[in-house]
């Protein structure tokens, strides 16, 4: 049963403390995506990869935000220094982008991280 | 930018009843289509992918439209199920491989 894994589930922290996000995509796919949602913004794209390469990182805030593939099968999020207003869920997608078939361009995602910065 | 709206933000109907979910966007140059379910504290769940060239998909009680030129789609639920409840988002994507730009969701409640 191949889907999106996101860990941890659930994260309380206090301000200024650093987060890491993980997500392990599905065997085999070549693209990954984080994104935030919140009630006020919606899904909001926060960076892509492609082949373990960052593909767009514009919706990122630079500063405490970074974002990262060490291999094939982990994608990172990490954020350091956290504040209240991070406080968000933070889901993970994966797909597969094939130069020939495009039309397998479908995004699974994750269950999320739920984030809680206090 | 690109600009996803879906209105109303919420709705709710009695079971049984067929319904029309509305999606709107701003730039018609749009490569593909897709709607999402998502389900209370969980992740989306992909429902139907239409491609520019097409006009319509169906899943079962499912069947979602595209009309490009107007920037518009809709996501038909027939004979509606109190397990139909749920957020629904539907997002565009520019071209092939690239990201999605979401709307900010419709939630669907039907009473039993």
């Known amino acids: 049963d191949a889907r999106v894994t996101q860990t941890p589930r659930h994260k309380v922290t206090e301000m200024g403390q650093e987060v890491t996000m993980r997500c392990q995509p599905i065997?085999?796919?070549?693209?990954v995506f984080w994104y935030r949602q919140t009630m006020m913004q919606g899904l909001e794209l926060l960076a892509y990869f492609r082949n373990r390469a960052p593909l767009d990182d514009s919706g990122m805030p630079k500063d405490r935000f970074s974002a990262e593939m060490p291999d094939a099968t982990l994608a990172t999020l990490k954020i350091q220094p956290s504040e209240p207003r991070d406080s968000a869920v933070y889901f993970c997608a994966s797909g597969l982008a094939h130069k020939e078939r495009t039309t397998y361009n479908e995004q699974f995602f994750g269950p999320g991280t739920r984030l809680t910065v206090l | 930018k690109q600009e996803v709206t879906q209105i109303p933000a919420a709705l709710s109907v009695p079971e049984g009843e067929n319904l029309v979910l509305n999606c709107s966007f701003t730039d018609s140059a749009i490569y593909n289509l897709q709607w999402f379910r998502q389900d209370p504290g969980k992740g989306l769940t992909s429902l139907l992918l239409?491609?520019?060239?097409?006009r319509e998909q169906t899943s079962g009680r499912l069947n979602a439209s595209l009309d490009k030129s107007s920037g518009r789609s809709t996501l038909y639920i027939a004979a509606s199920q109190p397990g139909d409840s749920a957020t629904y988002l539907c997002a565009v994507r520019r071209r092939a491989n690239s990201k999605l730009t979401f709307g900010k969701g419709i939630t669907l409640s039907v009473r039993p």
């Open positions: 065997l085999g796919h070549n693209t």
């Open positions: 239409i491609q520019s060239s097409q």
